[in-house]
């Protein structure tokens, strides 16, 4: 009984971790565009002050 409570408990955990994992990687890349996109307005800007 408590290794099948153990053995779901962890499934849980693992299963859990793994989306939030996943969620993660994406929220980077998309904050990772979202910096590149910043930095060619910026370059852009300085290329038309010269």
């Known amino acids: 009984m408590i290794k099948r409570i153990f053995a ?16 993660g990687c994406n929220t980077v890349a998309g904050a990772g565009q979202d ?6 307005a910026i370059k852009d800007e ?3 002050k010269r």
Do not use: C
């Not at 910096?35 to 060619?40: D, L, R, S, V, Y």
């Open 8 to 23: 779901l408990l962890l499934a849980a955990l693992l299963f859990v971790g793994f989306f939030g994992t996943l969620a």
């Open 35 to 40: 910096i590149e996109q910043g930095g060619k």
């Open 46 to 48: 300085a290329r038309e």
